[in-house]
């Protein structure tokens, strides 16, 4: 074939892979570099609960400050709002989310340090600020002392005092570790002064602004007030406001604690002369931020970071607030320029990506141009084989066209046949049903004659049945189905239907009961389809219910659905929950119990049941027994016009005539017909069947020649085997529990059965099944239907071979038996047998017992393997063997009579010429004389 590609040095694939290359390393390195400008290393979360807004804001931008300049940090705020419990469950989302490092500012301690412990102990390192929590399972804290506020407000305010006067304090949050612990420090310098007189601490409520009502309740019962120490410059400035509606305000100094910037903050209140002085406590937002990236890198750092404070007055308060101004003012520059450095940066890396961008199109546009001048010399050739190439196409498409025509013509093809098959299936049938009605009815039959028309009469019904079934499946797939509704009494329906089973549930002592608390239900059904439906419920109920079970049949009326509900309740066997997912599927077998079906019957109904519009279900448990339950709607609103039957077709051929093969064949037949025994063999047969009127068939048959016994499985035929030890077995081959291949190794391999000869019966027409069974030793293969006369020849020509083996064994006495047995187990058997008769000759109390321990079976299976094979008693084979041995030592020895008695196994020399003289006429002394014996 000629190249489509010549040699050339820079062909379409070498440029394609160049392209491909640069493509590659150009995507590869845009990756790099903004994998690199975006990478994040660590995650850390801030949880706030100030009620302050302008603390939350001071601390939070401090940290962005700081933050700015470590673009690898994930950062995380949550802000509970001073609300704690709000706090807990943001710590809890922030533990979920994996994070690296965790900042708590809380506002109350105890509520909230189980949570942070739990984030401590699961290795999330912990970072307190401001406040404290009540355990030490921490990181680090960052935060002033409160204590040393407390001391220098109360240090301050003995000097503006002079070492005398009264003073309330005010807080705001009981019970946290900076109310505690400004209190405390507070509270222990007054003590040291004692002209100065601490006389109460009270609580406002409120939050960004404080309530004012207690302050003017105390101040107006007791105005003897020279100072007030608030613990933040919120209460300062509710404080100022109380003392001034009251006109104590040029009176009372007050002191307040933040040092906060801004309007309203505590240097803005000292430098308006408001408050007299307050204390800077910085939110140490910028040091936390600074710890927690030391932690995370595995840097040094301090587990206690104190914050500096100071006291800020008239004196200093106007450098203060230039500075906080100048502070304030730069922070909104960084944050200018930061935004400038973000926008800088998109605007940069939007640049690269053009810049990459045109580098690529360029090396395209460079490597297409080559690409294209050497495609435009193939182009001639490309375009001349895609047209070959599309004529061929062209060509296979129309070949397709043809063959899928001729697929469905085939396929419908088929699917008449098979629909006009199921047809022709009737006419024969019809044939051979109304025949056998007017034999059946025919009084002038004997009894046996009517046994078997009554047997033919009901299989030719379940064939009936079955072709109906495929029939009904034929039109539901090809949607032909129509349903044909009548009003009519649902529960006299039932009724009906149940009657047809009372004579199988009383021989088998079911309890069969049809329960309803209503008198009669009016439905719309179509009476054919339901009652396939019920017939195959039942059906499938008896199928899998023991003797002495129960099927209960219920029918009741559910206001609540508006709906009538059927349930078919059996005490059965019952199926796996993978059975039972699977039971409404077509052709779906699920070999409960190894029991086989044509898996149509439940599909069939299922679909019977949709034409309803109702519903149908099934609740099982294995070995707890099984509850199909059918729902179907009242009235007839739900049908179409043409699913609705107006006028009853008189005389319609009726469902209910297909069950006859539920009665059974009468039994009664007369005793000189089935139990004649003057002409029986003494042959047994095991009959081994799993359809019982095969089975009785069979069994009726053989028993006016041969003893019969019968098995339903093959576990029980297994061990009825090794029980009788029959002469011969016929056995179907699918049977519940061991099929009969694997009955027929069994017995053949095991040495108290392997001389029985087994005859099979199948359906399987196949050459391999065939082979199979005659590989499990099988003495002969018969395929179903079969001709009895056959069947009967068959067994009499086994048995005949059997015995014709016999006589091989025995045509000399025992001692001198052949080697070659046609079965291996039965040669081990016979060799086994001789050598321990052999052996023990000369011992006078050798009995059965000693050779039924030796070989391991019964005493009757030795007697009947014994019968079987060698057509003796096992006492006559010894005493054969011990005269044949007797006969050779008085050939052949000088020995005298008396010792040769004792060789054999006789107690006495007396004895054994007795028994010798009985044998062969001739005593054992005239038996070596004349030298040979007289029979």
Known sequence: ??????????????????????????????????????????TIGFSQCTMVNKWRQTMLADMQRELSFHPEINFIFKDANGNTQEQIKQINELINQKIDLLVVSPNVAAPITPVVEEAFQKGIKIIIVDRRTSSENYTAYVGASNYEVGESAAAYANSILKGK??????????????????????????????????ISK????????????????????????????????RLALSAYNACKSLGLDKKIKIIGVDGLAGINGGIDLVDKGIIKATILYP????????????????????????????????????????????????????????????????????????IYAISISLALALIFGFILLYYLRENKKINLRLQQQNLEISNQRNQLIELSKKAKEASDAKINFFTNISHEFRTPLTLILVPLEEMKNNPRLDSVTQKLTALIQKNAFRLLKLINEIMDFRKIESDKMILQAEESDIIQFLDDIINNFKGLAKKRNIDLRLM??????????????????????????????????????????????????????????????????????????????????????????????????????VNSKQGEGTIFTIKLLPGKDHLENDQILSNKIPNEKSYYDERIFLREPDNTVANAENFATENKSDNTILVIEDNSDLRNYLVEKLSHTYYIIEAENGTAAIQMAFDNVPDLIISDVVLPGKDGFAITNILKSDIRTSHIPIILLTIKTEMQSQIEGMKSKADAYIVKPFNFQFLLETIKSVLRNRETLRDHYTSELPIELKSHAPKKLDKKFINDFTSIVESNISNDKFNVDEI????????????????????CNVNDYILAVRLQK???????????????????????????????????????SEFRDKGKVTN
Request: glycine share 6%.
């Open 1 to 42: 074939m000629k190249r489509m590609f010549p040699k050339h040095p820079f062909n379409g694939i070498k440029a394609f892979q160049l392209v491909l290359a640069l493509v590659t390393i150009c995507f590869f390195a845009f990756l790099s570099c903004n994998s690199k400008r975006n990478q994040q290393k660590y």
């Open 165 to 198: 006067g009264n003073i309330l304090e005010i807080s705001d949050i009981p019970g946290s570790s900076a109310d505690i612990d400004r209190h405390t420090g507070f509270s222990d310098l007054i003590k040291k002064n004692p002209g100065i007189n601490f």
């Open 202 to 233: 009270i609580y406002e409520a409120g939050d960004e602004h404080p309530s004012e009502t207690n302050t003017i309740k105390f101040l107006q019962s007791d105005n003897d007030i020279q100072l007030i120490f608030a613990q933040n410059d």
């Open 283 to 354: 939110t140490g937002g910028g040091e936390a931020i600074q710890t927690a990236v030391n932690v995370l890198e595995g840097k040094p750092y301090q587990k206690q970071n104190r914050l500096a404070t100071t006291i800020i007055d008239s004196a200093n308060v106007r450098i203060m607030k230039l500075q906080s101004d100048k502070m304030l003012a730069q922070q909104d520059d960084i944050d200018r320029r930061q935004k400038r450095i973000e926008q800088q940066e998109i605007i940069t890396k939007n640049q690269i990506t053009i």
């Open 516 to 617: 309803s608390k209503e008198h009669g239900i009016i439905l719309w059904f179509d009476a054919s389809m339901l009652d396939k439906v019920m017939f195959n419920l039942l059906s499938n109920a008896f199928k899998f219910t023991n003797d002495d079970g129960f099927i209960y049949v219920s029918v009741e009326k559910n206001a609540a659905e508006n709906n009538v509900v059927i349930k078919v309740e059996d005490s059965g066997i019952g199926m796996p929950q993978q059975v039972a997912d699977k039971i409404f599927e077509p052709f779906y077998q699920g070999n409960i119990n190894d029991r086989k079906s044509s898996g149509l019957g439940l599909s069939l109904s299922k679909e019977f049941i949709q034409l309803h519009q109702g519903s149908i279900s």
């Open 852 to 871: 039924c321990k030796s070989i391991g079976v019964s005493r009757i299976q030795l007697y009947r393997k014994v019968k079987a094979l060698l057509g």
């Open 886 to 924: 007797a006969k050779y030592l008085l050939n052949e020895t000088e020995m005298s009579i008396a010792e040769i008695a004792d060789k054999v196994g006789f107690s006495s020399a007396a004895y054994f010429s007795t028994v010798f003289k009985n044998k062969f006429i001739v005593t054992p």
